[in-house]
């Protein structure tokens, strides 16, 4: 019984039995292969060639449902497209397709970049546990969803342990790893892109795409986000997530991150405070990346002053674990701050302010304070607050500091930041989707805003905010107007059966990102 369910006769099972030896490491997508029945929407072709039978793609339902699920208790809401559509609709059981809830379409709004008419069903107050998949007369029937209040466990899960899947440098065991298992990689020594003659160990970290490549700045911005869902809602991350470092009495995502942390040290060149920019993997079309050799590019200034921010804000972070390490982390940072400040003025890079604002959070060092009222004096502040990632993540650092801080300029910030979310929000209630950005390759723009209303939320709670940011969890997973998972590939319809750009949890800043969304939902 498919979970995409159309009028008449069940349709025809195909099955392929695909046999994967696994020769590399890269970043892994996430999910199980999945075989299952096809309504019949779906059209079956053979290709002689190949001796299989390909299936070309099913027709996309006009049910819109978040094909993840909705948390029991949690407000629940489903999209209609078109026109002519019936007064109600049908809540039916999965496994006997009885139905067990009727609501009413309503709410109809014109969507003016699709050029359609879409409607709303909304089942709030029904609240039992389980499988189901929406049905009405004309439109048909959506895909399978899930009622549960872990609904987003399985998800958060995963997007937390990819990064553990990519880890460079060691042997992925079955027990931890399952079928992403693999012996170990770039373990030779690397050579320096600029001097071949000259060897420097780079092993470790986490391979960024699918080209085992490890970026320093991208993985900074990914400790920088995880680091922040941490701090914002720590009872979300437990030590008993299945890797390695569980049970050590620090939570699994601070070891994960750690991980990154002691790579991206063997990146700084000690005698000069500088960090290489990335350690990229040099292979042919035909070479196994995880036997390819390593080159590491040179010094550069992007890379030093992301590498000083976030090690400024993980010995923070990770003071009330190792005081020694956290210590050692921030001796690192400060290395590079002044590698950085011999070679540009701080207070005309927005990467320097956030670095200021974690080396300041850390330290209390006035230095670091100069350089933020540098920034603050600029009648451009409160708008490079607004648009730059870097000046955000400083600015909310700063309000975040028990160090002495000037109140109005605080005050400024939180203005601006309140004055940025009511704008994502205004775009959201705007939008037939209830996101502010609705082109499916842009995700990582709608998880940055969704950010943004998770912070506000931390800091000045509303039922609004809440409910908003868990729209954006509903549009990623399905309700939106390709009606794709856009997260992972473990459902129904996914990114991979679309075409789209890869699912969410295969690209590492926006998984980052990702958990931000999920652990602000179930804190």
């Given at each position: 019984m498919t979970w995409?369910?159309?009028k008449g006769k069940h349709g025809i099972w195909v099955a392929l039995l695909i046999v994967v030896m696994l020769t590399g490491c890269t970043w892994h997508g996430s999910g199980v292969d999945a075989i299952t029945d096809k309504g019949e929407q779906d059209q079956v072709k053979s290709d002689p060639a190949l001796g299989l039978s390909i299936?070309?793609?099913k027709t996309q339902p006009s049910i819109l449902v978040d094909q993840n699920g909705y948390r029991t208790g949690a407000e629940k809401m489903i999209i209609f497209r078109g026109e002519g559509?019936?007064?109600?609709f049908e809540i039916r059981r999965?496994?006997?397709?009885?139905?067990v809830y009727t609501g009413s379409i309503k709410d109809r709004r014109y969507n003016q970049s699709l050029d359609e008419y879409d409607s709303y069903g909304y089942f709030t107050d029904f609240q039992t546990d389980g499988q189901y998949y929406i049905h009405a007369d004309v439109v048909g029937s959506s895909y399978a969803f899930t009622i549960s209040d872990d609904v987003y466990q399985k998800i958060f899960n995963t997007a937390c342990k990819q990064f553990y899947l990519n880890r460079c440098g060691i042997a992925l065991t079955e027990e931890y790893a399952g079928k992403h298992s693999h012996s170990v990689c770039h373990s030779s020594p690397a050579h320096l892109q600029?001097?071949?003659a000259k060897e420097i160990d780079v092993i470790g970290g986490w391979h960024l795409n699918e080209k085992s490549d490890r970026d320093v700045a991208t993985g900074c911005r990914v400790i920088d986000n995880l680091l922040?869902?941490?701090?914002?809602?720590?009872d979300s991350f437990t030590d008993a997530s299945d890797i390695p470092e569980s049970g050590n009495g620090i939570p699994d995502i601070l070891d994960e991150v750690k991980y990154e942390t002691d790579w991206l040290q063997k990146m700084q060149d000690p005698s000069s405070g500088g960090v290489y920019a990335a350690a990229v993997t040099?292979?042919?079309?035909?070479t196994n990346p995880s036997q390819a050799e390593v080159?590491?590019?040179p010094v550069n200034d992007t890379a030093t002053i992301a590498f000083a921010a976030s090690m400024a804000r993980f010995s923070y972070i990770y003071q009330n674990f190792d005081k020694g390490y956290a210590t050692k982390c921030l001796q690192a940072s400060d290395l590079a701050w002044q590698y950085y400040t011999s070679m540009e003025k701080a207070s005309e890079h927005p990467q320097a302010f956030a670095a200021a604002a974690e080396l300041y959070r850390a330290t209390g060092d006035r230095k670091y304070e100069k350089v933020l009222t540098d920034f603050f004096r600029k009648a451009s502040f409160t708008e490079d607050f607004r648009a730059d990632d870097s000046m955000f993540m400083g600015g909310i650092t700063y309000l975040l500091t028990s160090q002495p801080v000037n109140v109005q300029t605080c005050s400024s910030i939180m203005k601006a930041l309140l004055e940025k979310t009511e704008q994502i929000v205004d775009d959201a209630n705007r939008d037939t989707w209830y996101v502010s950005e609705t082109d499916g390759t842009k995700t990582e723009q709608m998880l940055s805003d969704m950010r943004c209303l998770t912070v506000t939320n931390h800091v000045i709670y509303s039922h609004e905010y809440t409910a908003m940011i868990e729209n954006y969890a509903h549009y990623l997973m399905g309700r939106n107007p390709g009606a794709v998972n856009l997260v992972d590939d473990t459902t129904e319809y996914t990114w991979r059966d679309s075409k789209t750009a890869a699912g969410v949890i295969s690209q590492p800043v926006e998984d980052a990102q990702l958990i931000i969304l999920i652990s602000a939902i179930d804190s």
């Open positions: 995409f369910r159309g299936e070309t793609p559509l019936p007064k109600q999965v496994k006997d397709d009885a139905v600029e001097n071949q922040l869902a941490y701090e914002m809602n720590p040099l292979q042919a079309d035909s080159s590491v590019e």
